[in-house]
């Protein structure tokens, strides 16, 4: 009866394959397990091989185990699985696997091989990739389709079948995926498993909390979204395809609950890029930001404030972490729901948060916001007179990316100088003036008209005692005329430094006052005082002279300070100083170290002697021949603070030696050397005298390892101002 039985589960006919079938599963019953020995080989040999055997082909045999799986999953099965799924698994195997598990679904012993199986495909899968057999590759990913369908009917399978995806994603920290195409493989058919499955639930079908796919969600997201920051393109696509399957899945009430969650993985995501790296890969393909921003809009529309602020600051992290190119496509996506509830009623740190974000987007993706620039303008003056300083803060920010977008500034112009003689209170005057500085630094300022230029002149003139007290309005308004005097044709602007700023004054505050508008002028423009007649260049030294004289006057710091900023920024620049010679650069040096020489520095307080300090170091470092007349009396000045109690101004000592006597490398290839030394040590008397004893004993002590770590490889410079951000002196606590 048993070839009889074989041969009719390979009839062409399906009524005999059926009734074979059927007697079969009698013969099993009856006979026992001997049967299966008996028909199952033969099929599989048959199965295995190209030709006919015993007159049954692979085709005849596969219909053969259909039905017997059909009737006797459980017992047929279990003897299919080692000769199907041997490594790598073919595309014949492929297609087979895929008809006997559609045959069989919900079968219990099925349901519990399918992870095994799955894990063979992954495993075959860098084969045929190698080999180039795209028929075996569309085979296998194929029956991985019909695999997590199938586990999608069973809870326990589904479980079984997500613990081997977890385990297939994983790899070691130290694995090159680039350099390992076994492991990027097994990884990104991982994420296709996933995606086929999330199409297998299909859309919505992951309602949280209250569906078998909803618990994995927050899981998989931490895993796909840290997936697709890696190096590696086929992991980064992959990884991509089944995050986009996954949101699909989520309900969009649900999606709220998703901000939080989003945002964090997405932060640990960017942190972790290697150094260098500005962009997540993940972001910038096609569609890179698409499956998030949904998430993130909807939390900005419906969430709580607390979610709304989450979703503002992931979506700048959005914006931040993604190539401008691929966020084209949706610019209208992330700017509409900004600038629809930034009018709404939310607490402060939502508000500054959506401003924030949109001055990001200015920046980032500035040709595709131009259709927007009115509305945004609008949004960004309001946010001006904001109660609340944050908000005030990033409206001005913002107000600032915006401008040189602007054809026309003047009725900008118009507008917020206006609303400077309205705004009721201090905090609103520094936010528009801040605005109004963003207007004179902008590479389109050239194009205001003298009406324009006119009122940012006038800007804050005649304000109440408690706005020209705030340090930040001070600074700012001597942002605002440094800003312009660049701005202006230079012959006004040295007309109105020459009227307003260099005269002469006894008045220790007013003198204060002047200089930050020097400073100011040197900063924003330095080829005004470069470019002038040379008497606006020794009235500026001269004023640097005068504030640096002692005089006893209770505001003499704030001059100090001022003027000590003055002269450095003025030395520094070296078209200042070449236009003017040695008129300027050293009578201001002479003043800089009158300030630190313990003949006069009693008269001076310690943040002063420390800025002074600072300053000449910074000359010293990037300006040697400025200082090179008066080396000797600059180090001797330093060498009496080096043992100082102040350690802010020991420390500036230190440094201001170090680079006096060139014993440190510079940034511009020079290497050091100990011949200044040896030559302030001669000019002071030798090494056996007092000045000499004290320098070398403090070079071998303290100088000299200071010099050594300037020239190891992870040398940070030192230099507290390397002429790097100008509004850290000017407005330091704005």
Same mark, same amino acid.
């Given at each position: 009866? *048993?070839?009889?039985?074989?041969?009719?589960?390979?009839?062409?006919?399906?009524?005999?394959?059926? /009734?074979?079938?059927?007697?079969?599963?009698?013969?099993?019953?009856?006979?026992?397990?001997?049967?299966?020995?008996?028909?199952?080989?033969?099929?599989?040999? #048959?199965?295995?091989?190209?030709?006919?055997?015993?007159?049954?082909?692979?085709?005849? /045999?596969?219909?053969?185990?259909?039905?017997?799986? #059909?009737?006797?999953?459980?017992?047929?099965?279990?003897?299919?699985?080692?000769?199907?799924?041997?490594?790598?698994?073919?595309?014949?195997?492929?297609?087979?696997?895929?008809?006997?598990?559609?045959?069989?679904?919900?079968?219990?012993?099925?349901?519990?091989?399918?992870?095994?199986?799955?894990?063979?495909?992954?495993?075959?899968?860098?084969?045929?990739?190698?080999?180039?057999?795209?028929?075996?590759?569309?085979?296998?990913?194929?029956?991985?389709?019909?695999?997590?369908?199938?586990?999608?009917?069973?809870?326990?399978?589904?479980?079984?079948?997500?613990? &081997?995806?977890?385990?297939?994603? @994983?790899?070691?920290?130290?694995?090159?995926?680039?350099?390992?195409?076994?492991?990027?493989?097994?990884?990104? %058919?991982?994420? $296709?498993?996933?995606?086929?499955?999330?199409?297998?639930?299909?859309?919505?079908?992951?309602?949280?909390?209250?569906?078998?796919?909803?618990?994995?969600?927050?899981?998989?997201?931490?895993?796909?979204?840290?997936?697709?920051?890696?190096?590696?393109?086929?992991?980064?696509?992959?990884?991509?395809?089944?995050?986009?399957?996954?949101?699909?899945?989520?309900?969009?009430?649900?999606?709220?609950?998703?901000?939080?969650?989003?945002?964090?993985?997405? +932060?640990?995501?960017?942190?972790?890029?290697? +150094?260098?790296?500005?962009?997540?890969?993940? $972001?910038?393909?096609?569609?890179?930001?698409?499956?998030?921003?949904? !998430?993130?809009?909807?939390?900005?529309?419906?969430?709580?404030?607390?979610?709304? %602020?989450?979703?503002?600051? =992931?979506?700048?992290?959005?914006?931040?972490?993604?190539?401008?190119?691929?966020?084209?496509?949706?610019?209208?996506?992330?700017?509409?729901?900004? !600038?629809? *509830?930034?009018?709404?009623?939310?607490?402060?740190?939502?508000?500054?948060?959506?401003?924030?974000?949109?001055?990001?987007?200015?920046?980032?993706?500035?040709?595709?916001?131009?259709?927007?620039?009115?509305?945004? &303008?609008?949004? $960004?003056?309001?946010?001006?007179?904001?109660?609340?300083?944050?908000?005030?803060?990033?409206?001005?920010?913002?107000? /600032?990316?915006?401008?040189?977008?602007?054809?026309?500034?003047?009725?900008?112009?118009?507008?917020?100088?206006?609303?400077?003689?309205?705004?009721?209170?201090?905090?609103?005057?520094?936010?528009?003036?801040? #605005?109004?500085?963003?207007?004179?630094?902008?590479?389109?300022?050239?194009?205001?008209?003298?009406?324009?230029?006119?009122?940012?002149?006038?800007?804050?003139?005649?304000?109440?005692?408690?706005?020209?007290?705030?340090?930040?309005?001070?600074?700012?308004?001597?942002?605002?005329?440094?800003?312009?005097?660049?701005?202006?044709?230079?012959?006004?602007?040295?007309?109105?430094?020459?009227?307003?700023?260099?005269?002469?004054?006894?008045?220790?505050?007013?003198?204060?006052?002047?200089?930050?508008?020097?400073?100011?002028?040197?900063?924003?423009?330095?080829?005004?005082? /470069?470019?002038?007649?040379?008497?606006?260049?020794? @009235?500026?030294?001269?004023?640097?002279?005068?504030?640096?004289?002692?005089?006893?006057?209770?505001? &003499?710091?704030?001059?100090?300070?001022?003027?000590?900023?003055?002269?450095?920024?003025?030395?520094?620049?070296?078209?200042?100083?070449?236009?003017?010679?040695?008129?300027?650069?050293?009578?201001?040096?002479?003043?800089?170290?009158?300030?630190?020489?313990?003949?006069?520095?009693?008269?001076?307080?310690?943040?002063?002697?420390?800025?002074?300090?600072?300053?000449?170091?910074?000359?010293?470092?990037?300006?040697?021949?400025?200082?090179?007349?008066?080396?000797?009396?600059?180090?001797?000045?330093?060498?009496?603070?080096?043992?100082?109690?102040?350690?802010?101004? @020991?420390?500036?000592?230190?440094?201001?030696?170090?680079?006096?006597?060139?014993?440190?490398?510079?940034?511009?290839?020079?290497?050091?050397?100990?011949? =200044?030394?040896?030559?302030?040590?001669?000019?002071?008397?030798?090494?056996?005298?007092?000045?000499? @004893?004290?320098?070398?004993?403090?070079?071998?002590?303290?100088?000299?390892?200071?010099?050594?770590?300037?020239? %190891?490889?992870?040398?940070?410079?030192?230099?507290?101002?390397?002429?790097?951000?100008?509004?850290?002196?000017?407005?330091?606590?704005?």
């Amino acid at each position: 009866m *048993i070839p009889l039985v074989r041969r009719g589960l390979c009839d062409d006919d399906v009524m005999v394959r059926e /009734a074979a079938a059927t007697a079969f599963n009698s013969l099993q019953q009856t006979v026992g397990p001997r049967v299966i020995d008996l028909v199952v080989p033969p099929l599989l040999n #048959a199965l295995t091989t190209t030709d006919s055997v015993d007159g049954i082909n692979a085709e005849n /045999a596969l219909e053969a185990l259909r039905e017997l799986m #059909a009737v006797r999953a459980n017992v047929v099965f279990p003897v299919l699985i080692p000769t199907l799924t041997k490594v790598p698994v073919t595309e014949f195997n492929a297609r087979a696997l895929s008809s006997l598990i559609q045959v069989s679904a919900g079968n219990n012993t099925l349901s519990k091989r399918l992870p095994q199986i799955l894990l063979s495909l992954f495993d075959s899968m860098p084969v045929h990739l190698a080999a180039g057999n795209e028929g075996a590759e569309v085979a296998l990913r194929e029956t991985v389709r019909v695999i997590v369908a199938s586990a999608s009917q069973d809870e326990d399978t589904l479980e079984a079948l997500m613990m &081997q995806l977890h385990e297939s994603v @994983k790899y070691g920290e130290s694995v090159d995926l680039n350099a390992t195409p076994k492991v990027a493989s097994r990884v990104s %058919e991982a994420c $296709f498993a996933l995606e086929a499955m999330c199409v297998a639930f299909g859309p919505n079908s992951a309602t949280r909390g209250r569906s078998v796919l909803g618990s994995h969600v927050s899981d998989w997201l931490r895993i796909l979204i840290e997936l697709m920051a890696t190096d590696s393109d086929i992991v980064v696509r992959a990884s991509w395809s089944a995050l986009d399957a996954l949101c699909k899945t989520v309900p969009k009430d649900d999606f709220d609950g998703y901000v939080g969650p989003v945002s964090r993985f997405v +932060h640990n995501a960017t942190e972790s890029l290697p +150094h260098g790296v500005k962009t997540l890969p993940g $972001f910038n393909l096609a569609k890179g930001v698409g499956p998030l921003l949904p !998430i993130y809009s909807q939390g900005l529309l419906t969430g709580s404030a607390d979610t709304k %602020e989450r979703a503002v600051r =992931g979506m700048a992290r959005l914006v931040r972490f993604t190539d401008p190119a691929a966020l084209r496509p949706f610019a209208t996506a992330i700017t509409g729901p900004l !600038i629809r *509830i930034v009018g709404d009623r939310h607490p402060a740190n939502v508000k500054a948060a959506i401003l924030s974000t949109l001055g990001l987007l200015l920046t980032q993706i500035s040709a595709l916001m131009r259709p927007f620039l009115p509305q945004l &303008q609008r949004t $960004f003056v309001r946010g001006l007179v904001e109660s609340d300083d944050i908000v005030r803060q990033r409206a001005a920010a913002a107000l /600032a990316a915006l401008i040189p977008l602007q054809p026309r500034l003047d009725p900008l112009v118009a507008e917020l100088t206006a609303s400077l003689k309205q705004a009721p209170d201090v905090g609103m005057k520094i936010a528009i003036m801040r #605005a109004i500085r963003a207007v004179v630094r902008a590479p389109n300022a050239g194009s205001l008209s003298l009406a324009s230029t006119q009122a940012i002149e006038l800007a804050g003139a005649g304000e109440t005692a408690a706005c020209t007290a705030d340090p930040r309005w001070r600074a700012l308004r001597s942002s605002v005329f440094g800003g312009l005097c660049g701005v202006i044709p230079e012959d006004a602007a040295t007309k109105l430094v020459l009227q307003q700023v260099v005269e002469e004054t006894d008045d220790a505050l007013e003198q204060a006052t002047k200089l930050s508008y020097l400073a100011a002028v040197l900063a924003e423009a330095p080829k005004l005082v /470069a470019s002038s007649a040379a008497e606006l260049s020794e @009235k500026i030294a001269a004023s640097v002279v005068v504030a640096l004289t002692p005089r006893g006057d209770i505001h &003499q710091p704030q001059a100090t300070v001022q003027a000590i900023l003055v002269a450095k920024t003025a030395l520094l620049n070296r078209d200042v100083v070449s236009s003017s010679g040695s008129s300027i650069a050293l009578p201001m040096v002479d003043a800089l170290i009158r300030t630190v020489d313990p003949a006069t520095m009693s008269a001076f307080d310690l943040d002063s002697q420390q800025a002074a300090l600072a300053a000449l170091k910074a000359v010293a470092k990037h300006r040697y021949t400025v200082i090179e007349p008066r080396r000797d009396a600059l180090v001797h000045a330093a060498m009496s603070h080096v043992r100082d109690r102040n350690i802010p101004v @020991k420390l500036a000592a230190e440094r201001c030696v170090l680079y006096a006597l060139r014993l440190a490398r510079l940034p511009e290839g020079f290497e050091g050397s100990e011949e =200044g030394l040896a030559a302030y040590v001669e000019n002071v008397g030798g090494p056996t005298s007092d000045k000499g @004893k004290l320098v070398l004993d403090y070079q071998r002590r303290v100088l000299g390892k200071l010099a050594d770590s300037t020239r %190891e490889l992870d040398y940070t410079s030192d230099d507290e101002d390397d002429l790097a951000n100008k509004d850290d002196d000017m407005e330091a606590d704005a």
